[in-house]
């Protein structure tokens, strides 16, 4: 089992959550943090120690307060802390919901797990760091019905930029003429709303703001 671990956690109740977790798990050094800065410190002094840590726990988001700091997200925490330990293993302990942003979190950052903070969040973090600790990634089975959900939705550049202009207010009879600007065809009034209807159905909304609330939680857009 992982002998080191930084955890980075604004909230005191999660924070509460992951020592239990930890504890559980008879990690021997734990360490927590309020703030992404804080962690950085601790990532570097254990390089130069030559004692680095073996995981690292972090929330996406950090709500701003009195202390000014320089890393304002957990994103941005994880960049530096790959920067200064390539091989780090890192869990986001998270309320991100979003498909797209979690798929992205993997992709792009390269972590190695993600559990939604919740009711069984305890129990998802404890299987979460013995998933990892077998050099494989964790991820809950709700959120990869999720991923898998969006892997299959395919939205053609007409259908993504209908959907994007909807979401920013533009009404379906001007969107005819900016479709025709951005050489995108079909751009017909009335394949606007076939298009439109298309959408709703594939995401089974109920209205044009349904449509665009659905697709912003899927991460679509």
Known sequence: MFQKVLAAED??????????SLTDLNIAEKKFVYYCDQALVLL?????????????????????????????SGKELIVEARKLLPNLKILVFSGEKRPQIIKELFSDLRIDGYVNKGRMDGKNLKT???????????????????????????????????LKLLSEGVLQKDMTEILKQRSLKPNSLSSVEKTLNYLK??????????LIAIC??????
């Open 128 to 162: 979460a760091v013995e998933t990892i600790f077998e050099n494989k990634t964790y991820l809950s089975s709700e959120n990869l019905i999720n991923l898998r959900k969006t892997d299959t939705i395919e939205l053609t550049s007409v259908e993504f930029s209908i």
């Open 11 to 20: 909230f005191e109740s999660a924070s509460i959550s992951v020592q239990k």
């Open 216 to 221: 912003k939680d899927l991460g679509v857009l």
């Open 44 to 72: 570097k002094e254990s390089l130069r120690e030559n004692k680095p840590f073996d995981l690292l726990i972090t929330d996406l988001s950090f709500e701003e307060d009195f202390s000014k700091q320089n890393l304002k």
């Open 201 to 210: 159905e594939t995401f089974a909304a109920k209205s044009n703001e349904h």
